[in-house]
């Protein structure tokens, strides 16, 4: 079983940037198709962005196009989340999963808080 641990997160101002980080253990990544979601405080948990197995495909959700990056490193077994020209919106607990057994992201991180400051 494979778990999940995120780093990365913190306070900055609008207009500046973190990297996430989602290291791996108990198993490798190699083969998961991985992504990161976030949850703002009395919001629904949304969807960020996702990556492919082998980092050949990603996609992302519109508020977020251009400013975010997700990639991978399977050697290293870890995924990222390099975040640029932050918002205050961006505000909230953002954590990386893996789907592992099929469609579904059925493995879950605990979470890192991103606090953007206006």
């Known amino acids: 079983q494979v778990q999940l641990v995120e780093s990365g997160g913190g306070l900055v101002q609008a207009g500046g940037s973190l990297r996430l980080s989602c290291a791996a253990s108990?198993?490798?990544?190699?083969?998961?198709?991985m992504g990161w979601f976030r949850q703002a405080p009395g919001k629904e948990r949304e969807f960020v962005a996702r990556?492919?197995?082998?980092?050949?495909?990603?996609y992302y959700t519109n508020s977020v196009k251009g400013r975010f990056t997700i990639s991978r490193d399977n050697a290293k077994n870890t995924v990222y989340l390099q975040m640029e020209s932050l918002k205050p919106e961006d505000t909230a607990v953002y954590h990386c999963?893996?789907?592992?057994?099929?469609?579904?992201?059925?493995?879950w991180g605990q979470g890192t808080q991103v606090t953007v400051s206006s």
């Open positions: 999963a893996a789907a592992t057994r099929g469609y579904d992201y059925d493995t």
């Open positions: 108990g198993r490798t990544l190699s083969s998961y198709r």
């Open positions: 990556i492919s197995w082998n980092g050949g495909s990603t």
